[in-house]
């Protein structure tokens, strides 16, 4: 079993549209969980980090469910320039730098 | 702009060639990290560096060796690489303060890697 898995989609959406990824781990004694943003050819940028209690960003709001081990992602309104894949990251069975990156869920967003 | 800065952004070498990725960071982050990224596939784990020692090695072959000179500073030495080595080589940082979870990544632009 992967240390972390993710649904690689791809999900089109038209603008306007709410969009959900989940990315589950299988570490039950990870501490780091995040939410990366990768746009073609560039580097990964971070979107927001996720917080036990969930936590919200203008029109994201991450979660985190560690009785069922997965992390969410929530775009809400999405925009046009949303298109971009994104991944989570979630610390291995290592160390708290052991950074793990699920597949990558490819979002395109349309007029 | 990315704080962390890695060098060259394109490298072209043969397979009997000795070339280095160079990385640097002065956000003061403890953690140094490198990334081996093939097209449509998420970033693959190689190496950290905690606090300037190596402190995760993914069983990368040995034609793949990692140097700390100091805290903000990571270099990849690269030696006989195999046209399937060619892949987008990111370097990644982080602040790695004992007992402390949450500290993200943060990236360079990458070093696009191609063996001929």
């Known amino acids: 079993r992967k240390e972390v898995e993710q649904d690689p989609g791809p999900f089109n959406v038209p603008e306007g549209a709410t969009v959900a990824f989940n990315c589950t781990y299988s570490n039950s004694a990870s501490q780091s969980f995040f939410w990366y943003r990768q746009d073609c050819r560039k580097e990964p940028k971070l979107l927001m980090s996720v917080y036990s209690s969930g936590n919200e960003d203008g029109r994201f709001t991450a979660q985190l469910n560690r009785a069922s081990q997965y992390i969410s992602l929530l775009i809400r309104d999405s925009k046009l320039s949303d298109s971009a894949t994104y991944l989570c990251v979630v610390n291995g069975v290592g160390n708290n730098n052991d950074m793990r990156f699920g597949a990558g869920t490819r979002l395109t967003v349309k007029p | 702009d990315t704080e962390v800065t890695q060098t060259p952004k394109h490298l072209v070498m043969g397979m009997t060639n000795k070339k280095s990725l160079k990385c640097e960071q002065h956000m003061g982050h403890r953690a140094m990290y490198w990334y081996k990224q093939k097209a449509k596939k998420p970033p693959e784990l190689m190496f950290v560096?905690?606090?300037?020692?190596?402190?995760i090695n993914e069983s990368v072959p040995s034609r793949f060796s990692p140097e700390c000179p100091n805290s903000s500073l990571l270099n990849l030495h690269l030696h006989a690489l195999q046209p399937e080595d060619s892949a987008l080589y990111l370097c990644?940082?982080?602040?790695?303060?004992?007992?402390?979870?949450?500290?993200?990544?943060?990236f360079g632009n990458g070093t696009r890697l191609t063996v001929t």
């Open positions: 990644a940082s982080s602040q790695d303060r004992d007992g402390q979870y949450n500290s993200p990544l943060h």
């Open positions: 560096y905690s606090y300037e020692k190596l402190s």
